[in-house]
Structures are given as C-alpha cells and as structure tokens.
C-alpha cells in the first residue's frame, strides 16, 4: 500500500462515512500537560470507528460477491458497521451472534438491516454458524479485525486526523482485535513517519502487551474489564503491522479507565464508550512521556448502555 | 438596541466564549420529521450558555464598579459562569449559595474563583445575604436572568445559530428565569424577523407559559421537576421582550423530557443537562406544527451529575 493508493481508498470510502471533528480540551491539557487532539469517531455513523473498515471491506468486494452478502460473528460495534456499510451499499449481511447477546444489541442490528442468527455463545459454535451461513448462502466472511480491508479502512481515521494535525507528535489508540491499532500505525508510518503510534490496553487483558513481548499471538485467560470493546485477541493480518509500526502498549488498570472516562463525560461532554477512555487514561498514567508534546487519540465510539456507566457516585 | 450595536456587542464579548458548533443527526429529524440545528452551548467555556450573559454584564460595568467585584444569588450555572467571567476580567466575584447546595457546586464555583457565602436556604435569607455583601464590598449584584445586560449576552447564541443557518423557521429554547429566551428573541426579531421563537417548559414549574396568558409575572407552588436549570421565574426586564417577541410556551411531561435527554445522549453522542432537552421534547410533543420546517434549538448546557441522571433502565 503506498501512500497515494491509500489517499485513493480514503476518497472511496468518504461518501459512506463522516468526516468526523477533532475536539481539545483546555483544562484536560492543562492538567495532563501535553496537547491532545481527539478524533471523535464516537460522532461516526453508527457511532463508531468500525464503520470505515466494513465499509472498505464491502467497496472491495466483486459484484459477484456483492450479490451474495456477507457473513461476520460480532456482538459489538462490527456487528451493526457491517449490516449498515451492507446496506447502504444494497448487500446482504448476516450476522452470528450469540444467545447471550443484550436484546438491545440484537434489535440494533436487525435496525440497521442486518439478519440475526443466533448461536450458543462459544468460539467453537459461532464459527460453525457463520461456516454454515457461508455454505448456504456463498456469503463472503469478513473478520471485525484481522481483515485487510478492514485495517485499511480504519486507518483512515488516522489520515483525516493527521490532515488536520500534520504536527502530531503522537497517536493513541485502543487495541483489542488489532484492526484500529494496525491501521492507524500503517497510515501513520506512510503520511507521518515521525508521528509515533502507541495503544493503550487494560491490564485486565494484556494480550497485545504479552504478545509484542513474546514475539506471538497471545490469548486472554479472563476478560474482567469494563473496556468491553477490547476483549478480543490480535490476529496474523494485523499482529504483523503491530510488530513492525507500533512503538509500545500501555497498560492501564480499570480505575484509570474509569477516571478518564469520567473526565470525557464531564469535561468535553461527550458521550464515549469506556473502550475509548483506555487510551486518555494511557497518557495520563505516562504522562512525563507526552509533556509539551501534541497527541492525538482515537476516540473509538460512544455506542453505551448508559444505565451500565459505572457512574455510582457524584461528581460534577 | 440595533442590530448593529448587538453586533457590536456579540464581537465585544467574543473573546471571552467560545463559538460554539451547531450539530445535527439524521436519525433525530428522521424520526421528528423536521431538520433540527443544535447550537450546543454545552460545549460553552464552564458548560453553558450562562457564560455569554455573565461575560456581557462585567464587560458593561465601569472601572470603578470592576474594582469593587461583582454578586449574585445562584445554586446553579450562574454561580460558576459569574465566577469565571469574573476571573477572566481580572474581577473579584462574590456567590451567595444556599447552604442545601451540594458540595460539588460549592467546590465548582471556588475552583473558577469565585468567593463563596454559605446563607440559609431560603429567598430572603438569599437576598439579606447579597445585600450584606453589597453594603460591605460595594460590589455589583448580577441578576442570574433579570438583567439586561445579562439577557443580551444570552442572545448571542442564537445571533451566531442564525449566521451560520439564517434561513431557520424557528427557534426553540428552554425557558426558566427568561434570559435565554428573552436574549433569543430580541435577537431573531434583530436578524431574523421571520423566524418564531418558542419556549419549552415542564408542566410542573408553567410559570412562564401562565405568565403569558395572565399577563402577569406567575410563580411556581412546586419545583419538582427533573429539570433544574427551570425552576426559576420571569423577571421584570425579561417579560416585556417574552411578551413581544415569542410566539409560544410548549409544555412538555416529565417522561417527555427523560425520553428527549436520552435521545439527545444517544443518538447525538452528546452529554447535555435536562433542562435542554425541554426544548426537543417540546418539538416532538408538537412535531405537527414543525413538519417540514428547518428549527434551531438552544441546548443550554452540560453540566449534569452523572450519577443522577434518570438512565435507569436499558437502552443502547
């Protein structure tokens, strides 16, 4: 991928996503210290990031392909990305979620035109359910991560950012899957190869963090975090861009998530998911690393069951 | 006032607030079946609108009154708006709040400056308080409404909506001590003469909606509303203009105002207070009247405390 062939793939992509604004906060940078400019994907459609990738992915399908659908397993953001990326391009999606999926998810999905298959909720049944989806129907699969379309099409919200900001010192991402990591630091390393990537990642599941450490894929044995987005693993498509481009994982305990999730809420008054708050709170507990610096963060969605904010205690 | 001087007026103060942006979500004026343009002054310097009145009235006041500081009776926005223009003009702010305010607003007003005197909770208490602290500093009272100046800077929301959308059928504001709808009005009928100006207001403080058929300032028996920011009355200053100037009051229920903030917090991924989704609300409830029609809403502010806000059941 060069440069100018991912500009063509950023303009290709731009009647079926918004441009979406970048925010600052006066009395976050003053008591961080460091200038943080936030790309707020939380204001894409659907409300989050994961928009671009499904959408990239279906613009790169033959017509064939196209007329046969697509299939994905998600009970998260992809999971509505691709029935309205399908939709808005008149594709087919199905999607495999499991029974233990909020009905509010669920409905959200059929919403957004996607056809709901349910399946018991382990790996082993949610893959045999999309197989199966993908042998009737010769529906095309496509990973919520470890696709390169997919990768592409996320990073592009790193190439809007550094068009705004070409001064960036820095970006921040969350990682969970990899797919948002992986393409911010792909489009960073062609559009502003002094601009260093970093993610931010519970420490509740430090499966990137390990796996950049032991050189391999590593798996999560619990995934006890309010980051809900992020309980996924990296795969081969994205881990490899990771190892080459990123230029470290933080790890932040669930007590900094939920303090920078509360300084978003409060302060810039937009309504993030937690997920989003890994990589404020990532800068804050590293803050001597980013002083004086410009930074920015990818915002990845504000798709929230407000009744579930763990906002149990007063603040302004 | 001219259209011109107002001009004058809205450049004087700009240096003190921000321009805040307008927003807008397909999804909402799909489903009310008009175009809404959210001028989003939760976005504002402190989270409100009250910021534009309380920098307007000490940008009005002479040298010698500067010198002396400024006072005012507020539990709610004001207080720290009045704090921070204060502090921004180099002059010292004096906020009598009742000792039932909660700690959290004490400390907010303190942490932008202001000087903070803890008086009984009632009005009299209130205003015996406010004339200690005039009779002892010579400082300046600012009425939180019932001010012209006050009323002007207000206005200066709705002149900047209408620069940037001068074609509006019709804005739509909150309404509870009437400085924001009587600014909004004074301003559509400088700018935009043909544009309606309508208020929403909770069935449980109608004051301003009796007031208009009465003819006569009413008050409120009860406050109990989810609404904070509209327990107040109308004023003498703001009234007049309210009688001239605004087509209408729009009663809106309780359930109709939650439903509106939750539409609000999202679909529009922002966090805004209740007080401002009585303007949305009142917009739904008489969707009929707005068909078609391109409306601006005023959405005050965005200071809410998180673990009070109604969202105790599950919605996406």
């Known amino acids: 991928m060069t440069a100018e062939e991912y500009l063509q793939l950023h303009q290709k992509i731009s009647p079926y996503i918004h441009r979406t604004p970048v925010l600052t906060s006066q009395l976050i940078n003053k008591s961080v210290g460091c200038s943080i400019y936030f790309k707020c994907e939380n204001f894409q459609k659907m409300g989050a990031f994961k928009m671009r990738g499904a959408s990239n992915a279906i613009l790169n399908l033959s017509e064939e392909q196209k007329s046969k659908g697509v299939v994905t397993h998600s009970s998260g953001n992809f999971a509505q990305a691709l029935s309205l990326a399908a939709k808005n391009q008149g594709v087919k999606a199905y999607i495999v979620m499991p029974s233990s999926a909020p009905e509010v998810k669920i409905e959200a999905v059929k919403g957004y035109g996607g056809e709901v298959i349910i399946c018991p909720p382990t790996l082993k049944d949610r893959e045999e359910a999309a197989e199966k989806v993908i042998q009737t129907t010769g529906a095309t699969f496509i990973h919520p991560s470890n696709n390169d379309d997919v990768i592409y099409g996320q990073g592009t919200a790193a190439i809007e950012l550094l068009e705004d900001h070409p001064e960036l010192d820095a970006i921040v991402t969350p990682v969970g899957g990899g ?98 708050a890994v990589a404020l709170a990532a800068v804050i507990r590293n803050r001597k690393m980013f002083i004086g610096k410009k930074v ?11 009744a579930k904010m763990p906002f149990d205690y007063h603040i302004l």
Chains 1, 2 share one sequence.
């Open 296 to 306: 920015g963060i990818i915002i990845s969605g504000g798709n929230v069951d407000l």
């Open 179 to 276: 797919g948002l990591l992986a393409g911010t630091a792909l489009a960073a390393s062609l559009f502003a190869p002094d601009c260093e990537v970093y993610a931010g990642e519970p420490e509740n599941v430090d499966d990137a963090y390990r796996s950049l450490i032991s050189g391999q894929i590593e798996s999560n044995d619990s995934t006890d975090t309010i980051a809900d987005g992020l309980k996924t693993q990296l795969g081969d498509r994205n881990f490899p861009i990771i190892q080459k481009h990123v230029k470290g994982i933080m790890l932040v305990s669930e007590k900094e998530i939920i303090d920078a999730l509360k300084l978003i809420w409060t302060r810039m008054k937009i309504v993030v998911e937690p997920s989003s």
